[in-house]
């Protein structure tokens, strides 16, 4: 068994195809993501992943409307998504396949 800190990730990923992981893999990518309340990410799209965020404690805003603890979020691939923390937010980001720069500003 090997034991491994999220603190030496990046950005709260640990599992997809890059480095540092803990399971390199082309499958899929797997974070933890912290946000302090009033943080942003600008509106993007991925062409290739379909990412899944679980908001695991906290609240939200994507496209306009709020989610709470427990909401999970399908984004396909060619929809267009942003995010603002409304709280202090924990989320679980899951994005199939793992594909580098599968992220382009809208």
């Avoid at 893999?25 to 993501?33: D, F, I, L, M, Y």
């Avoid at 062409?47 to 994507?62: K, N, Y």
């Amino acid at each position: 068994m090997q034991v491994h800190k999220l603190a030496d990730m990046k950005g709260g990923w640990f599992v997809g195809d890059f480095a540092p992981s803990v399971l390199r893999t082309p499958a899929a990518e797997v974070a933890v993501k912290t946000y302090a309340a009033g943080a942003t990410e600008a509106r993007h799209v991925h062409r290739v992943a379909h990412e899944l965020t679980l908001v695991l404690g906290g609240e939200v805003r994507m496209n306009g409307a709020r989610y709470v603890s427990g909401d999970i979020l399908l984004i396909e691939p060619g929809d267009s998504t942003d995010f603002e923390a409304l709280t202090d937010v924990t989320t679980v980001v899951v994005k199939v396949p793992s594909v580098a720069g599968d992220k382009y500003p809208c």
